[in-house]
T-cell receptor, first 117, second 111 residues
Framework: GAVVSQHPSRVICKSGTSVKIECRSLDFQATTMFWYRQFPKQSLMLMATSNEGSKATYEQGVEKDKFLINHASLTLSTLTVTSAHPEDSSFYIC?????????????FGPGTRLTVL | GNSVTQMEGPVTLSEEAFLTINCTYTATGYPSLFWYVQYPGEGLQLLLKATKADDKGSNKGFEATYRKETTSFHLEKGSVQVSDSAVYFCALSYSNYQLIWGAGTKLIIKP
């Protein structure tokens, strides 16, 4: 149980285009999902907290107009990187909070590797 | 502020050796503590957790005990295998569920 999927797993795009990344909880409902960036050989950096039916909460320094988050249902959150530039190239990871396991356990998607040319 | 500090890697061990990966934290109150593992080419997986002082989390032969007096949550395994090679992350969270991460420790097990 508690499986989280992401799509696509890899994406290469041209500078200036927008890219949408989907995060789905496959076997549970997630009222809260999180989006992270992971730089090479570094830990995860929390970008935003996404709650179903409400606006996402962004961490300091993260541009909300550039990284659009939509948590449209209890099983789906999307991250859209708008007008992507090479510095946006990174590994993007989502996680979902499940009531199972005590209610404070996040289950992670496999990540999406974004490369902006 | 709240933070998590892990021992720097990589840690290289021979198969069947005893493993300890140190993790200490700075926090107010009583956070939950976690160990996550990231195998090569895969996503993060929860390895074990502890939610209060003196709790011991365990999974797949790994153990960690929540020590409030030393603010530590060291990861241990009695006999490692090549398949344990991965990056291990220590983390803490509060009631808002946001995770505060350590930098990760790469573990390399040689046959």
């Amino acid at each position: 149980g508690a499986v989280v999927s992401q799509h696509p797993s890899r994406v290469i795009c041209k500078s200036g285009t927008s890219v949408k990344i989907e995060c789905r909880s496959l076997d549970f409902q997630a009222t809260t999902m999180f989006w992270y960036r992971q730089f090479p050989k570094q830990s995860l950096m929390l970008m935003a907290t996404s709650n179903e039916g409400s606006k996402a909460t962004y961490e300091q320094g993260v541009e909300k107009d550039k990284f659009l988050i939509n948590h449209a249902s209890l099983t789906l959150s999307t991250l859209t990187v708008t007008s992507a530039h090479p510095e946006d190239s990174s590994f993007y990871i989502c996680s979902a909070l499940t009531p199972a396991g005590g209610g404070d356990t996040q289950y992670f998607g496999p990540g999406t590797r974004l490369t902006v040319l | 502020g709240n933070s998590v500090t892990q021992m720097e890697g990589p840690v290289t061990l021979s198969e069947e050796a005893f493993l300890t990966i140190n993790c200490t934290y700075t926090a107010t109150g009583y956070p939950s503590l976690f160990w996550y593992v990231q195998y090569p080419g895969e996503g993060l997986q929860l390895l074990l957790k502890a939610t209060k002082a003196d709790d011991k989390g365990s999974n797949k032969g790994f153990e960690a005990t929540y020590r409030k007096e030393t603010t530590s949550f060291h990861l241990e395994k009695g006999s490692v295998q090549v398949s344990d090679s991965a990056v291990y992350f220590c983390a803490l969270s509060y009631s808002n569920y946001q995770l505060i991460w350590g930098a990760g420790t790469k573990l390399i097990i040689k046959p």
